[in-house]
């Protein structure tokens, strides 16, 4: 596993959860991890849920793996990038489990 993408719910939460995408960023580049995160794109030129989605599909599909953060759950953006994910047979992280 070397490119990882994280997931994770950002509607509705503070600073729409970027600190938490942030840290598990800077967490798996510190282990040698390459990481895709996006919270760190720039708002799409329409400025919607779609287009922020549209952005992320097409980071989530070169990875190897995707990394839940908690709450992923609750996030309609999180389910459909993990059922991609699993739909394309890349690896799942879930919260409660170390990245290998």
Not at 3 to 28: C, V
Not at 74 to 82: I, N, Q, T, V, Y
Not at 87 to 100: D, K, N, Y
Request: charged share 20%; with cysteine.
């Amino acid at each position: 596993m070397k490119l990882i993408y994280i997931a994770g719910k950002m509607t509705g939460l503070p600073d729409f959860n970027y600190p938490a995408f942030h840290a598990e960023a800077a967490r798996l580049r510190a282990m040698g991890f390459e990481v895709l995160n996006p919270a760190e794109n720039p708002e799409p030129p329409c400025g919607t849920w779609a287009g922020y989605m549209r952005l992320a599909i097409a980071q989530l599909v070169q990875c190897d793996a995707v990394r839940l953060l908690p709450g992923w759950e609750d996030s309609s953006g999180a389910r459909l990038e993990e059922n991609i994910a699993m739909r394309l047979g890349m690896t799942i992280v879930l919260p409660h489990q170390e990245v290998a």
